[in-house]
């Protein structure tokens, strides 16, 4: 099958108004994150409050990126479900409508065993052939885990599986998962989905999923640039910068991710219920967190 | 405390005789085998050289022999963690008598406490102790009780001494952000991976690690550390995917494999003792092929 590059991919916000989505807005992210410098688009992840949005609204989102992308970059369907059908529903609509490859995390709230994880993973790649990642983040997910016997077996039988985004930073599954998958597969790619590249990338990381470029595009960019060349040392001051972010936004989730969009003048509205909603005393919270960002200096506010 | 930890430290094995008593002529040759093959320090009985299932009094004797044949070549650290936190001071006052360079020690077995515990715990070992002090973290193992950035840097404010930390957690988030608050108050403080880490942790600034397979394989680990610092990423990369290898390999019944696995090199250490197993001649065999495949049997000592 023809190899996906996954690069430098950012996971769009979805905005709300008065708690529907708000699609005029939605175009403005897109445009935005594909004129700082993305690779690609990953829509919609728990970035977007892809919990939070019916099968419906996560299709029309997906359609009107990969409209406004009109081909510039590659926009990734993320098709998480708790159901395996209904994700391979959602794989197949994101191939109609243009989509370039998808992300799949375990199902949510149940605890299959390995067996069902890899049947999970092998229908949903396989009803849409579509190169298909798959997301490990155990700390989101109850704890369940893509181990790598689980990954070995499924490209053992899989022409779709593309690689693992890994979420965990557990070095010794880092480094296992990519030595035994690429000795199996020399295309399989390791994705890091959180802002830690530099070691990442010395594991063997080619590709990076920027929840955080909403905030840091120009950040996210000089990173990757930096550890491509394998630059790691001289990306040190810029690594504390991006492991800031990731802490600060994975303290207060999603939606202090929207407060910080919104001191960054791209207001996306506030977060769907059940996440709180950000106010006073967090806003100033934030906002003198983003303070100690160095490297908030360069980037660009508004749209 | 101008002691700077840095590169590749190896932690001995145990060697017990036929009768699981500890083998002290062996573990001489076992302690002055890592010397001669460049460990840059020592460091004495971590959980590989099964602390756990040796009496005070064993470690002790052990402990002595040890700093004896180190003989100052490299610096050596005792680890002082015991069940009981009073053996730990016990075991810290011997190593201070004994001529040890440093102590080095966990957070407090089984029990939960806050993290407030943890710092008067080591508060007390920094303060009682004149010495220089290696503080060892492995929330896996320790069900989640950990050294958070903000413990370590209260440490730091308060002991002079605390001159590093064993991070078990080889997490990138855990690693890094300890490095972050601790370098700018600290240059030398040293963070050192449990285990031969040495590609995500170096790369972000760690100073080196203590070591798994260097009882195996010391040209191995050394060659990934010197990749490391000289910025060889590519030989590096292909180097730690073998160690990773050898690390799911040995750390299942942490250390019966790796004991096992010495016998396969000319290096037998004798059994493990109970709870964990002893390698059988079946697994023994499934290691002797895992290190042939790795090219191991034809690149590293045989023999002491």
């Known amino acids: ?303 | 405390m101008s002691l700077v930890l840095k590169g590749v430290m190896q932690s001995p094995i145990t060697p017990l005789k036929d009768d699981f008593s500890p083998d002290l002529a062996t573990f001489e040759k076992m302690v002055d085998f890592h010397v001669r093959t460049g460990a840059t320090a020592i460091s004495w009985p971590h959980h590989k050289g099964e602390s756990h299932n040796l009496t005070i009094a064993e470690r002790k004797a052990l402990a002595e022999v040890a700093i004896k044949t180190v003989n100052k070549r490299v610096p050596i650290s005792i680890h002082v963690s015991a069940l009981a936190v009073e053996d730990t001071y016990e075991l810290a006052r011997h190593a201070q008598q004994t001529g040890a360079d440093a102590i080095i020690a966990i957070t407090p077995y089984f029990w939960k406490y806050p993290l407030e515990s943890i710092y008067n715990h080591f508060v007390k070992l920094g303060t009682t102790f004149d010495m220089p002090l290696i503080a060892y973290n492995s929330p896996d193992y320790l069900d989640g009780v950990e050294f958070t950035a903000e413990l370590t840097q209260r440490l730091l404010e308060k002991l002079p001494n605390l001159i590093g930390m064993k991070d078990a957690s080889f997490n990138s988030e855990r690693f890094f952000e300890i490095l972050r608050v601790a370098l700018p108050m600290r240059p030398d403080f040293a963070m050192i991976a449990g285990v031969e880490y040495l590609l995500p942790s170096v790369c972000l600034g760690g100073k080196g690690s203590y070591s798994s397979a260097g009882a195996i394989c010391p040209n191995l680990v050394n060659n990934l550390f010197a990749a490391c610092e000289s910025g060889n990423w590519a030989l590096a990369r292909e180097l730690q995917y073998k160690l990773s290898q050898l690390w799911h390999l040995f750390r299942d019944q942490y250390p019966s494999s790796l004991k096992g696995g010495m016998q396969i090199m000319g290096r037998n250490v004798g059994p493990t003792r109970a709870p964990l197993p002893t390698a059988s001649p079946e697994r023994i065999k499934h290691i002797e092929n895992t290190l042939a495949a790795l090219g191991i049997l034809d690149s590293e000592p045989h023999g002491w």
């Open chain 1, 1 to 303: 099958m023809t190899q996906f590059r996954f690069g430098l991919v950012h996971a769009p916000l979805t905005p709300f108004v008065d708690g529907k989505i708000d699609l005029e807005t939605f175009e403005k992210v897109i445009e935005f994150h594909i004129q700082q410098g993305a690779e690609g688009l990953a829509v919609q992840t728990h970035t977007g409050e892809s919990v939070s949005l019916p099968v419906a609204e996560r299709k029309i989102l997906l359609e009107l990126a990969i409209k406004k992308a009109a081909g510039r970059v590659p926009v990734i369907a993320y098709v998480s479900e708790a159901g395996t059908s209904i994700a391979a529903d959602l794989a197949i609509h994101a191939k109609k409508a243009g989509a370039s490859a998808l992300i799949a995390s375990v199902p949510y709230y149940w605890t299959p065993p390995d067996s069902m994880l890899i049947e999970h993973f092998a229908t949903i790649a396989q009803s849409a052939a579509l190169p298909t990642y798959l997301y490990n983040s155990p700390h989101e997910m109850n704890n369940v885990k893509i181990k790598t016997p689980v990954v070995m077996s499924l490209i053992g039988t899989s022409p779709y599986i593309a690689g693992l985004i890994d979420v965990s930073m557990d070095w010794q599954f880092m480094i296992e998962v990519i030595a035994d998958a690429s000795r199996a597969r020399s295309d399989f790619q390791l994705v890091a989905g959180t802002e830690y590249m530099v070691s990442a990338h010395a594991t063997g990381a080619t590709g990076f999923l920027a929840p955080t470029a909403i905030i840091a595009p120009q950040l996210m960019k000089h990173l990757y640039q930096h550890v491509c060349q394998e630059k790691y040392k001289e990306a040190h001051d810029l690594q504390v910068d991006a492991a800031f972010l990731y802490r600060l936004f994975d303290k207060y989730g999603v939606a202090g991710l929207k407060v910080g969009a919104k001191l960054m003048a791209r207001d996306c509205g506030q977060a769907r219920p059940p996440l709180p909603i950000m106010d006073g005393v967090v806003v100033d919270a934030i906002a003198h967190e983003l303070t100690k960002v160095k490297a908030l200096a360069i980037e660009k506010r508004g749209w």
